[in-house]
């Protein structure tokens, strides 16, 4: 009797893998997740955001990226909406840290 020995893949994602290494780092959104300087929205818009008056508002980011997927994707403010809850990268676009 022999024993075959399996390779260990290394690359293989575990349960407790982050968000961010299940994604691939090659794929157009998480790239252009990296290269946007969010700040620059953060700061023009923060005015705009009351911590004290109304609803809570959503995140800045999160509201900047489905303008931007909405328009890169022809979408509309249902179907981004409705996408965005089904895609790991769009929520990595968005800005979240764990697939909701």
Known sequence: MYHVSKAKNNAQ?????????????????????????????????????SATQGKPAKPIRLMVSLLILKQLRNLSDE??????????????FGGENYFL
């Open 79 to 92: 179907s981004v909406v409705g996408q965005w809850a089904e895609n790991a990268y769009y929520q990595y």
């Open 13 to 49: 994602i575990g349960f407790y893998s982050s968000f961010e290494e299940q994604l691939n780092h090659s794929h157009p959104l998480y790239i252009l997740a990296n290269r946007i300087d969010w700040n620059v929205f953060e700061e023009a818009f923060k005015k705009h955001y």
